[in-house]
């Protein structure tokens, strides 16, 4: 499994970005994408996640109402569109996959790294003031 993500850049506060992280290889045992995020000197953390079964998303507290998760399952891809960005959303945005079958496991399962198998090579977001 190969993703590669992009769509990062320098936008101003209150502006929008849209991330794309494109998905090749054994894709179709996946069960779930997720979002993650690294500032500088920070652990990486959550930002969002889809599981395919049933659809469901998930938010870290910070992003719910600005960022939305989405699915192209024709082109593989996820999306994450970032809207009324904020300085502190300044960060390398890595987007991973968990592979094996459907789950119904809840946003805990998914807002874990270890839960993921395989992870892009991140796309940088500045969000300038």
């Known amino acids: 499994v190969q993703l590669q993500a992009f769509g990062g850049g320098l936008v101003q506060a209150g502006g929008s970005l849209r991330l794309s992280c494109a998905a090749s290889?054994?894709?179709?045992?996946?069960?779930?994408m997720g979002w993650f995020r690294q500032a500088p000197g920070k652990e990486r953390e959550f930002v969002a996640a889809?599981?395919?079964?049933?659809?469901?998303?998930y938010y870290r507290d910070s992003v719910k109402g600005r960022f939305t998760i989405s699915r192209d399952i024709a082109k593989n891809t996820v999306y994450l569109q970032m809207n009324s960005l904020k300085p502190e959303d300044t960060a390398v945005y890595y987007c991973?996959?968990?592979?094996?079958?459907?789950?119904?496991?809840?946003?805990?399962?998914?807002?874990?790294?270890?839960?993921?198998?395989?992870w892009g090579q991140g796309t940088q977001v500045t969000v300038s003031s």
């Open positions: 889809f599981r395919w079964s049933g659809g469901r998303r």
């Open positions: 991973a996959v968990s592979l094996g079958r459907d789950t119904s496991y809840s946003g805990s399962y998914y807002s874990q790294p270890s839960t993921y198998d395989y």
């Open positions: 290889g054994r894709t179709f045992s996946s069960n779930g």
